[in-house]
């Protein structure tokens, strides 16, 4: 299957900049999986779709205010550092894996000076496309200082500028779940931000099931597939991890007949994953680094809620695979789908609208 194949139009003004005011104000297409026209709703009549005994599967990650910025310590040259993941910590500093963005070649021993001198952060290897592993010194805990100095790292199609103050807080607060707990994700589990509490307790009064795994997104949910051979990419590793209650809540489901909703792409490569690894749904921690792409044979999930997808990217062809039947018709049934929301002009990507696969 060709990249190409997974090409569409879109026009800019259809790409969210701004949440909402209301979480549960999206509109939602709904798609047959089975097959059949999609449906016109909104997220607030999701209940009308699912059955007391369904279970809903989140993705409990947090995103946190990753992007730091800073200067270079000899010349004072701009910088900024998106934090992608903590490998360890001693009694020395922390060790993190991020990305670089400078007008400068980053070199092994340089230093920087971030958060207005607050933190300072050693190179200690560089690898491609502005890939680094720093060393990070602070007097105050990081944690605490990237709440007060770093940004929430949106995606490159939301535009912001450093006079968007009321934006940025903004940000901070609906660019996340109302579920999340997990602290490590650089980009959010956009599915989830349709739910407000109001909406998960009427779900619950219908006797909709909730459950949590925790996948830590990284930049690479953004990357677009550059190799014209789908075959040919290889996923960026994310960490997860699903806890014993989920799994037993999973295979309670199962038992009854009942089915399991995941909410988001990241919940989707999170269970299959385990299930691929052990054969069933067991608690499980690790990397994933699954492609999900036509032809495949989902065993853990029936049914999917999911925003609209970039072009060429690996989300929106998980997405096609889902909606598979025998002859693989997953990616015209997807295409025709968005162009119909794209008419329809519904809402795209992060702070947009959702789709609801069952």
């Known amino acids: 299957m060709k990249t190409s194949d997974f090409d569409y ?13 209301e979480r549960s104000a999206s509109r939602m297409l709904v798609l047959p999986r089975a097959g059949g026209s999609p449906i016109h709703s909104s997220i607030a009549t999701i209940m009308d779709y699912l059955n007391p005994g369904d279970l809903l599967v989140v993705n409990d990650t947090k995103v946190f205010p990753a992007r730091i910025h800073g200067v270079r310590s000899d010349t004072g040259g701009q910088v900024e550092l998106l934090l992608t993941h903590r490998v360890e910590s001693d009694g020395l500093g922390e060790y993190w894996e991020a990305l670089m963005k400078s007008g400068f070649r980053p070199r092994p021993g340089m230093t920087l000076r971030l958060a207005g001198d607050a933190i300072t952060a050693t190179i200690l290897a560089t690898g ?51 579920y999340a707990r997990s602290r490590g994700a650089v980009a959010a ?18 006797g909709v099931g909730r459950a949590s795994v925790t996948l830590h997104v990284g930049p690479g949910t953004f ?26 809540r999973i295979a309670a489901t199962r038992a009854a007949g009942h089915r399991v909703v995941a909410v988001g792409t990241t919940t989707v490569r999170t ?16 990397w994933s680094r699954l492609f999900i792409r036509s032809p495949f044979t989902f065993g853990a999930v029936d049914g999917l809620l999911t925003n609209f997808h970039l072009p060429r990217s690996t989300l929106l062809m998980l997405v096609s695979a889902f909606c598979d039947r025998s002859s693989h018709d997953g990616r015209e049934r997807i295409m025709a789908a968005y162009n119909e929301a794209v008419s329809q002009k519904y809402r795209f ?7 609801l696969i069952l």
């Open 349 to 355: 990507y992060s702070y947009g609208d959702c789709m």
């Open 223 to 248: 990357r677009p597939v550059k190799a014209d051979d789908v075959s040919e990419h290889e996923m960026d590793a994310e960490w997860y991890e699903v806890g014993a209650a989920t799994a037993a």
């Open 9 to 21: 139009e879109l026009p800019p003004e259809l790409i969210a900049q701004d949440p909402l005011p």
């Open 189 to 206: 589990p956009t599915a989830g931000l349709h739910f407000s509490d109001e909406l998960l307790t009427a779900l619950e009064a219908r």
């Open 271 to 286: 269970l299959e994953t385990v299930g691929a690894e052990h054969g069933e749904i067991v608690a499980a921690s690790g």
């Open 128 to 178: 491609t496309e502005g890939a680094v592993q720093v060393k990070l010194v602070s007097a105050t805990p990081l944690d605490a200082l990237l709440d007060r100095h770093g940004d929430v790292p949106l995606p490159p199609y939301i535009k912001r500028t450093n006079q968007d103050e009321v934006r940025a807080q903004a940000d901070r607060d609906r660019y996340q779940t109302v």
